[in-house]
């Protein structure tokens, strides 16, 4: 599964979540698509004249913005076609574009979906302990199953069998359980349950582009749950 190992786990492709598109559109500088804010990455030039993502995208000034694809990223850096692009969306000189910009991008979405899951859980939206998943699940009362990217697969393939039992989602994240659990504040979390639609629809906005730049750009819609060995095939194919 090319560019889909993170934190030791096969890491499942997901698009946009849904709405996302609803709002005001912006335009892609290297590829000139047109996507709600949450499907694309905004860029600003900070004042030291080197490029920054904006994850958030509040920071002040004139920001560009680009798909979260990391062929795409990865060719227009490597060939300068991005500093261009930046350059004339700046209406400025060429800024400085450090060889790490995809790092860094990455970092700022990793941060935004892991803060967002965090908060969902201090606001008591999320459903934590496999077994209080797995009622939840057979209930039919989950939306999303979130699994850590180091998640046994035994552990995986019992969840998603009661989840398809009630239905829903189901997708692991590139992080292993160690960053899942300092994001959560709380020991050994390995598996997230989501029931309430809003916390649904924010964390699938802040998931998206960062499971579609991890992934080489290649998005597929999150499906109701498969077993394990089925999502194992798929990514190994």
Known sequence: MRGALHDDGPVPRLTAAPGASSGPQRRCV??????????????VVGPDGRVWPDAAARLPGRGAWVVPDRAVLAAAIRRGRLR??????????PPEVPEDLLERIEAALAARALDRLGLEHRAGRLVLGAERIARAARAGRLILMLHAADAAE?????????LRSGGGDALRIP??????SHALGRDNSVHIGVADPGAARRIRAELARWLRL??????????????AASRTSEGRA
């Open 154 to 162: 035994d552990g995986v393939a019992k969840l998603e069998q009661a």
């Open 175 to 180: 992080a292993g359980r160690e960053r899942l």
């Open 214 to 227: 991890v992934d080489d750009g290649r998005a597929l819609a999150a499906g109701p749950a498969r077993g």
């Open 30 to 43: 290297l590829t000139g698509a047109t996507a709600g804010r949450h499907e694309l990455v905004r860029l």
């Open 84 to 93: 261009a692009a930046l350059a004339r969306a700046f209406r400025s000189p």
